[in-house]
Every structure is written in C-alpha cells, then in structure tokens.
C-alpha cells in the first residue's frame, strides 16, 4: 500500500520538483538503517551509502541493487533517479564525483525519502 504524499512530497516525487537546499530533515541525518522510497516504502539507500556533500540534499554513493531507475536527460545532461517501484521522482546522480572513491553522488530530495533505522 502506498503513503498518501503531503504538498512538497506530490510536487518533489510527481511533479519532478526539488526541496529548497538545506531544508531537508534527512541532509545531515546519518543514523544507521535504511532509506525508502516515501511513496511505495521501496528501499533505496542503506546509511553506509550516505555521505555529506554540502550540497544542501541527502547524498549516497550506492543504490540498493534493482532499487532506482536512473534516465537520462538530455536537454539539461542530467540522469535523474526515480523509485523502480512507483515510479516516482527521487533527485539526480552525477557521475565521476570525487566525494567519495566510488565517484557517484545520487543527490536526493529527503520529501521523496523516509527512514527506518537498524
């Protein structure tokens, strides 16, 4: 069963909107446990994955394995990252990053995340 979404939530995951940097209850959230998908409860992000990219946004270096789809958008060159499950909107990955030595950061909207912790 899905969650029903709020207002930020809907724009974020539906919409292909983005929280205000900063703002997000999971940007500096690094308690051990599992990020699911808001909408479907899919995991996505386990916290060994989670890194601070002072960006302003949730950032992982690793999906769970068969958990996103990421698409490519050429007009603006990004790869967005959506939930393989319902299909909604999560944020982006960029590639050939030197945060961390797996040199992707999937930067995520905490409105499209919830958290269970181990």
């Known amino acids: ?3 029903p979404l709020d207002h930020l939530e809907r724009f974020v995951m539906l919409k292909k909107g983005t929280e205000t940097p900063f703002t997000g209850k999971y940007n500096l959230h690094f ?3 599992v990020y699911r998908c808001k909408q479907c409860h899919k995991p996505l992000f386990e916290s060994d994955s989670k890194f601070d990219s002072q960006d302003g946004w949730p950032a992982f270096d690793e999906v769970i394995p068969g958990s996103v789809l990421e698409q490519k958008i050429p007009a603006n060159e ?3 990252v959506s939930c ?4 909604g909107h999560l944020g982006y990955v960029k590639n050939g990053t030197t945060f961390t030595q797996k040199n992707t950061h999937y930067s995520v909207n905490s409105a499209a995340l919830d958290f269970v912790a181990n």
Do not use: D, R, V
């Not at 393989?84 to 299909?87: D, E, G, L, P």
């Open 1 to 3: 069963m899905w969650s």
């Open 31 to 33: 308690e051990k446990g």
């Open 78 to 80: 990004q790869t967005e």
């Open 84 to 87: 393989i499950n319902c299909k």
